[in-house]
């Protein structure tokens, strides 16, 4: 009787376990937003200027500017989760996984404010610096409807190109202040 009950429970718990293994076990929604690669194609003509005014800004730094062709989504707050995005990559030879600019797009620059504040006290919060390097810096900045975010480490391999990038992109728009 013991041992039927047992064959019983290991049956069952196998059939459980395999069970999961389905097409339909991967059926549901994620959790976590897909990366975006390149400029979507809900940005208008205010994510062109900007980044032609990147391109222009970085016209002394002696890197290039692309659209990015790795998938790329940072740590964002929820009006930045919820805004069309551009994601452009400067190329950092040293760090093909680095050098991201993403251009989030709004509705007009009085909403970009608010998402920039909203961005700066989040990448202030525990939540947000787990997923950065332990010394990152982030440039954050209002360019009229849109809202220019580059991340970099004084640690990286081209921290002297990144602190000429963040210098040169700091040179833009209205600046926020992000809590240490």
Do not use: K
């Not at 002394?60 to 692309?66: A, E, G, I, K």
């Not at 332990?134 to 480490?153: C, K, M, N, Y």
Request: hydrophobic share 45%.
């Amino acid at each position: 009787m013991r041992r039927t009950v047992a064959l019983a429970v290991a049956a069952l718990a196998a059939g459980l376990a395999l069970g999961g293994c389905g097409i339909g076990a991967n059926s549901s929604l994620a959790s976590v937003p897909p990366a975006s690669l390149g400029p979507a194609g809900a940005v208008t003509g205010a994510t062109a200027q900007t980044r032609g005014l990147i391109a222009a800004s970085l016209a002394s730094v002696p890197v290039q500017l692309d659209d990015t062709q790795r998938p790329y989504r940072p740590p964002e707050s929820a009006r930045l989760r919820d805004a069309p995005r551009a994601v452009y990559q400067i190329v950092l030879p040293d760090q093909p996984d680095a050098g991201f600019v993403v251009v989030y797009e709004f509705p007009d620059a009085a909403a970009a404010v608010d998402a920039g504040n909203e961005e700066a006290g989040y990448l202030g919060t525990g939540p947000a610096r787990v997923n950065f390097p332990r010394d990152a810096q982030h440039v954050l900045r209002e360019v009229g409807p849109t809202l220019i975010l580059f991340t970099w480490s004084p640690s990286d391999a081209d921290a002297t190109t990144e602190t000429a990038i963040a210098a040169s992109l700091g040179t833009l728009g209205i600046g926020f202040s992000i809590p240490r």
